[in-house]
């Protein structure tokens, strides 16, 4: 089969995220499909920016619509939105040349690629696949303060719509969404769940930490440290402020708080650790995506931070999550999803309410188990995820769906 995917933010490992289209793509690759990924030559979210018009990555084919740079989000976001839509639409044979797709995903988190997608689908009369990552305009109307009369939110629902009313099939990676996509049109039995995941081979064949990552590890074991560990986004939306105010509450001088990453509200969170004068919270660089296995292996406890919003109601499915259970630690999670996975492995626990005392009080309860125990329940968690988040497992979910 031949497979064309539409992702403007599509990435790889060495390239940054997404990381979805990637895992997904390279499993199909394996099972004999042809697989070409269309995507923009810019992207927020990627570490580095793919230098030239394509790429072969793993037996994956990526070709790049070219964009201009942007900052995070405001307006220069919404141009390349429509800019690469706009491009993809007027000059779809430019990019994908004499592939002739069988199937045709659009899979950007926003449902402007529909149109183009739609498009080339008809062209070759192909199967039309609309993927939700998250649900837009909702995610901006709720997150960014958007009035839904908006110009910008009037044209995003007025794409999801259509989505739902022309795909062949829906793919959601949120499992609550089956209300939602009624009220805005879609037939219910287009509708099947293929949540995020984590990629088997890149926990195999993982790297090793750099040298003096490794020494800052091993000083803090040396002090009998018990290390809460924090991998990945340091934004508003992942609490980590409260994290930091929890630790100012920690009575046991051997738990340490270390945070990996990067984001907008790094700056900010080390201020306010420095301000409180906590010598008990670290913060260190991200690393490549191929070390996270290596650098949690490091820590006892994983920390999934994150402020109670309407958009749980539809589920969550976070890759961070399947990444601290394929490592096999327990899990303190701030939020309580309608799937809440963690209680559902029985892997950790959920501390209601966002306050930093009930933080701090669940930290101190977590890391008063015994070795055995929390080891127990990391394991419980590492069993779940094998079970239920294999990408190679997922990607054959996503096929059979598509076919039925």
Same mark, same amino acid.
């Given at each position: %089969?031949?497979?064309?995917?539409?992702?403007?933010?599509?990435?790889?490992?060495?390239?940054?995220?997404?990381?979805?289209?990637?895992?997904?793509?390279?499993?199909?690759?394996?099972?004999?499909? #042809?697989?070409? +990924?269309? /995507?923009?030559?810019?992207?927020? @979210?990627?570490?580095?920016? =793919?230098? /030239?018009?394509?790429?072969?990555?793993?037996?994956?084919?990526?070709?790049?619509?070219?964009?201009?740079?942007?900052?995070?989000?405001?307006?220069?976001?919404?141009?390349?939105?429509?800019?690469?839509?706009?491009? @993809?639409?007027?000059?779809?044979?430019?990019?994908?040349?004499?592939?002739?797709?069988?199937?045709?995903?659009?899979?950007?988190?926003?449902? *402007?690629?529909? &149109?183009?997608?739609?498009?080339?689908?008809?062209?070759?009369?192909?199967? *039309?696949?609309?993927?939700?990552?998250? @649900?837009?305009?909702?995610?901006?109307?709720?997150?960014?303060?958007?009035?839904?009369?908006?110009?910008?939110?009037?044209?995003?629902?007025?794409?999801?719509?259509?989505?739902?009313?022309?795909?062949?099939?829906?793919?959601?990676?949120?499992?609550?969404?089956?209300?939602?996509?009624?009220?805005?049109?879609?037939?219910?039995?287009?509708? &099947?769940?293929?949540?995020?995941?984590?990629?088997?081979?890149?926990?195999?064949?993982?790297?090793?930490?750099? =040298?003096?990552?490794?020494?800052?590890?091993?000083?803090?074991?040396?002090?009998?440290?018990?290390?809460?560990?924090?991998?990945?986004?340091?934004?508003?939306?992942?609490?980590?402020?409260?994290?930091?105010?929890? %630790?100012?509450?920690?009575?046991?001088?051997?738990?340490?708080?270390?945070?990996? /990453?990067?984001?907008?509200?790094?700056?900010?969170?080390?201020?306010?650790?420095?301000? #409180?004068?906590?010598?008990?919270?670290?913060?260190?660089? =991200?690393?490549?995506?191929?070390?996270? =296995?290596? *650098?949690?292996?490091?820590?006892?406890?994983?920390?999934?931070?994150?402020?109670?919003?309407?958009?749980? #109601?539809?589920?969550?499915?976070?890759?961070?999550?399947?990444? &601290?259970?394929?490592?096999?630690?327990?899990?303190?999670?701030?939020?309580?999803?309608?799937?809440?996975?963690?209680?559902?492995?029985?892997?950790?626990?959920? +501390?209601?309410?966002?306050?930093?005392?009930?933080?701090?009080?669940?930290?101190?309860? %977590?890391?008063?188990?015994?070795?055995?125990? @929390?080891?127990?329940?990391?394991?419980?968690?590492?069993?779940?995820?094998?079970?239920?988040?294999?990408?190679?497992?997922?990607?054959?979910?996503?096929?059979? &769906?598509?076919?039925?």
């Amino acid at each position: %089969m031949n497979i064309l995917l539409i992702n403007h933010y599509a990435g790889s490992p060495e390239l940054g995220m997404e990381f979805r289209p990637y895992y997904m793509a390279k499993e199909w690759v394996k099972a004999g499909h #042809q697989v070409l +990924i269309v /995507g923009g030559s810019f992207s927020h @979210l990627r570490k580095v920016q =793919p230098q /030239g018009k394509e790429d072969l990555i793993e037996g994956i084919h990526y070709r790049w619509v070219k964009l201009n740079a942007y900052k995070v989000n405001g307006i220069g976001r919404i141009r390349s939105m429509f800019s690469f839509v706009s491009k @993809l639409w007027w000059g779809y044979k430019k990019y994908i040349g004499d592939f002739e797709p069988n199937v045709v995903i659009a899979s950007s988190t926003y449902p *402007l690629d529909i &149109y183009p997608a739609y498009r080339i689908a008809k062209h070759f009369k192909a199967k *039309l696949v609309f993927e939700i990552h998250d @649900l837009w305009p909702l995610s901006p109307m709720l997150l960014g303060g958007y009035s839904k009369y908006h110009p910008f939110i009037v044209a995003l629902q007025v794409a999801e719509n259509y989505a739902y009313k022309h795909c062949d099939k829906c793919i959601s990676i949120l499992p609550n969404v089956r209300a939602h996509v009624l009220k805005h049109g879609l037939a219910i039995n287009k509708l &099947y769940i293929v949540p995020n995941g984590f990629d088997e081979e890149e926990w195999r064949k993982g790297i090793e930490l750099l =040298p003096e990552m490794q020494n800052f590890f091993y000083n803090l074991k040396r002090e009998n440290k018990q290390i809460l560990g924090y991998i990945g986004g340091h934004a508003l939306s992942n609490a980590l402020d409260v994290l930091i105010d929890a %630790m100012a509450l920690i009575k046991n001088k051997d738990i340490v708080a270390v945070f990996v /990453g990067k984001g907008n509200e790094k700056e900010k969170l080390m201020n306010d650790a420095n301000k #409180q004068g906590l010598n008990n919270v670290y913060f260190l660089d =991200p690393v490549d995506k191929r070390m996270v =296995p290596s *650098l949690l292996k490091e820590m006892d406890v994983l920390y999934l931070g994150g402020k109670n919003q309407p958009l749980y #109601q539809y589920g969550t499915s976070q890759t961070k999550l399947f990444d &601290y259970m394929q490592a096999a630690k327990p899990v303190i999670q701030t939020i309580s999803p309608p799937n809440n996975y963690v209680a559902e492995a029985q892997c950790g626990i959920t +501390i209601v309410g966002d306050g930093a005392l009930a933080v701090a009080n669940g930290i101190e309860k %977590m890391m008063n188990y015994s070795k055995q125990e @929390l080891g127990e329940m990391g394991m419980r968690g590492k069993l779940y995820c094998n079970s239920h988040f294999n990408y190679r497992k997922l990607s054959f979910d996503f096929m059979k &769906y598509i076919n039925e």
